[in-house]
């Protein structure tokens, strides 16, 4: 069973340049997060989206973030315009259900490193 | 809220036993506990809920005390490979609710 797939794996970009990552979560997880994890800290959820609804986006800086999960499959995130604090690496993690018993895989991240 | 992870860093030598815990100061219905290597996904260990049972995976075991709203990750003998970042992350009600991650034990085994 493939993982969840991102990309890319790195982006480097000048701030106010605008940017992307794509995921696609595990075949059957109607449940996908965004996170974004910062140098020696822990993940913290942007979004999460059942099937295709956003069902938690209390996180997301809605001025410079969006996401969209058009058909309930793969997810893209896009910041725009990007500032020297976004700089992290953004992770896309997906589960069967959104029910907290269930383990949310996570995929390998995209590092952003805003110039 | 953000569970608060004891200790930040520790370096242990191969066969070492090691602990860590995870500690919240609400009411919580299960913890998560991750590794995740340097430049790599975050990867699954267990979860614990509320009932305080004990969970167990070839040396790596963990434990959640309610009523101390804390769970503890043991680390028994340990390998080169169990070097990494530990997460816990934190669940406060049964359902749809997401979880909150701790900043990370970050350990090191050595030869």
């Known amino acids: 069973e493939a993982g969840v797939v991102q990309s890319p794996r790195y982006k480097i970009i000048e701030k106010k340049q605008p940017v992307a990552f794509w995921c696609n979560p595990i075949s059957g997880h109607n449940t996908l997060y965004w996170y974004r994890q910062n140098l020696g800290q822990g993940p913290e959820l942007l979004i999460r989206?059942?099937?295709?609804?956003?069902?938690?986006d209390s996180q997301l800086p809605k001025d410079r973030f969006s996401a969209e999960r058009l058909k309930g499959v793969d997810s893209t995130l896009k910041i725009q315009p990007a500032e020297l604090g976004d700089s992290a690496v953004y992770l896309c993690?997906?589960?069967?259900?959104?029910?907290?018993?269930?383990?949310?895989?996570f995929g390998p991240g995209t590092r952003l490193t805003v110039l | 809220q953000q569970p608060v992870q004891s200790p930040q860093a520790v370096i242990l030598r191969e066969g070492e036993d090691a602990v860590i815990n995870c500690s919240s100061s609400k009411a919580l219905y299960s913890v998560h506990w991750y590794r995740q290597k340097h430049g790599e996904a975050p990867v699954f260990l267990m979860i614990l809920l509320k009932g305080g049972e004990q969970k167990g995976h070839e040396k790596i075991s963990a434990s959640f005390n309610e009523k101390k709203q804390q769970s503890s990750l043991y680390l028994t003998a340990s390998q080169l490979s169990y070097s990494g970042t530990y997460f816990c992350g934190t669940e406060k009600y049964e359902g749809n609710t997401p979880l909150v991650f701790g900043k990370g034990t970050r350990l090191s085994v050595i030869a």
């Open positions: 989206y059942e099937n295709e609804e956003a069902v938690d």
């Open positions: 993690a997906s589960s069967r259900t959104g029910a907290g018993t269930d383990t949310q895989y």
